[in-house]
């Protein structure tokens, strides 16, 4: 089983900035892809932003500009620099993993429980 632990959410007035970590643990081989989706009150999950194991990123274009997703291989992590904040970026923000437990097992997708972001003045 894989656990996922995000951390860095909370209370910040519009133009304001937060930093999201997320650190993988248990029975892990390898982490491909990593990233960040939100999820806000009567809305579908979306994606935020998502990074390869080679580094290749991808961004909704919502925040683009805005954010920036990067990760350190070694520590199983992944993490999300928000700056510019906006009302609407207010959400849960849920971290995810595309995880290989085994050199010959098939590749599995985890997420955490989700760390809440509010933009407000």
């Known amino acids: 089983q894989v656990q996922l632990v995000e951390s860095g959410g909370g209370l910040v007035q519009p133009g304001g900035s937060l930093r999201l970590s997320c650190a993988a643990s248990?029975?892990?081989?390898?982490?491909?892809?990593m990233g960040w989706f939100r999820q806000a009150p009567g809305k579908q999950r979306e994606l935020v932003a998502t990074?390869?194991?080679?580094?290749?990123?991808n961004y909704a274009d919502s925040v683009k500009g805005r954010f920036t997703i990067s990760r350190d291989v070694a520590k199983n992590s992944v993490f999300l620099e928000m700056n510019s904040l906006k009302p609407e970026d207010t959400a849960v923000y849920h971290c995810?993993?595309?995880?290989?437990?085994?050199?010959?097992?098939?590749?599995?997708?985890?997420w955490g429980q989700g760390t809440q972001v509010t933009v407000s003045s």
């Open positions: 248990g029975m892990i081989f390898r982490i491909y892809a």
């Open positions: 995810n993993a595309n995880v290989a437990p085994g050199p010959l097992s098939s590749i599995t997708g985890y």
């Open positions: 990074i390869t194991s080679d580094g290749w990123t």
